[in-house]
DNA sequence: TATTGTTATACTCTATAACTATA
DNA sequence: TATAGTTATAGAGTATAACAATA
């Protein structure tokens, strides 16, 4: 039993939820995943729309929507630039920020629902589990996870 | 250590690399995401459009608008239902169908490079987890699981 | 009256290409 | 010349609502 493909499937079906479950969520807040992924990588400041389209691997094109979408809806401002007058700092409203601290709120406690009652040795054997797949599906595709950020929600 | 949101970050790291894995696999083949999940549904034999609108959870007018992409690039055909002239029968054509049988394959050969040497022990720890897992998220999304297919590609 | 699938319309995410302003 | 961001255009996925044909 354990065959490679049951347990495949199930870390399929541990993504569809993840997403679903996400996605639910970001709905009710008036937020999109992508437009979250863009929030969620202001939690440190201010940031350039080159800066977040190379960090999302997205289109600079597609930041411009995005960045529409988050100020038509109140979550962030375009600021400008102090040093480069091309540039503009994407920064969240004060609404935005709250709106973030409560996702990453959010995040931790379903860290805790999820896995917060694990045994250490479940635990540490999950990880290391999902560790080596990462490895794996990485060397697959060939990323080099270079100049991103933290994990997107 | 193994704090649970790691465990939680490491999950979605995962499940984002694998939904990577998955695109540039389809997109060789002419294929979208959301366009092979229908064509997995037609893996047991055609299917009417409704009946794949309820198994993958979307509008009855989506079905239509994957079915128009599928039919325009030789994936599958509408052929008339036998006993109800109001439904069409969503059918593989011989390229959709060979196709299919090799994206099944290439489902069996991921999981392999993924877990196929996994020791016995790890491999069970690993599913059960996941199985915990898929519980919960269950649970907290009030999904009952009923009328789905096998798991989406 | 209920069901199957369609046309009509709209919103989001994504991409490429051409352009403006600035460096 | 190169970079930051935009307008223009296009394709995909999703949704609701109104409608036709059939059950």
Redesign the interface.
């Known amino acids: 039993?354990?065959?490679?493909?049951?347990?495949?499937?199930?870390?399929?079906?541990?993504?569809?939820?993840?997403?679903?479950?996400t996605r639910?969520d970001l709905e009710r807040r008036g937020l999109t995943e992508s437009r979250t992924h863009l929030l969620w990588l202001l939690a440190e400041g201010p940031r350039t729309q080159q800066h977040l389209a190379r960090a999302m691997r997205v289109a600079p094109r597609t930041v411009t929507g995005l960045v529409d979408g988050l100020t038509a809806t109140g979550f962030v401002s375009r600021e400008p630039h102090p040093d480069d007058r091309r540039a503009v700092l994407v920064t969240p409203t004060a609404h935005g920020a709250e709106v973030l601290a409560d996702l990453v709120d959010g995040?931790?406690r379903?860290?805790?629902?999820?896995?917060?009652d694990?045994d250490?040795t479940?635990?540490?054997?999950?990880?290391a589990?999902?560790?080596t797949?990462?490895g794996?599906?990485?060397d697959?595709?060939g990323?080099d996870d270079e100049d991103r950020g933290?994990?997107?929600?």
């Open positions: 039993m354990a065959a490679p493909e049951a347990t495949l499937d199930l870390l399929l079906e541990v993504s569809s939820l993840l997403g679903a479950d639910r995040h931790r379903l860290a805790d629902q999820l896995f917060g694990l250490e479940d635990a540490e054997s999950l990880t589990s999902l560790r797949v990462v794996r599906l990485r697959l595709i990323d933290e994990a997107s929600c």
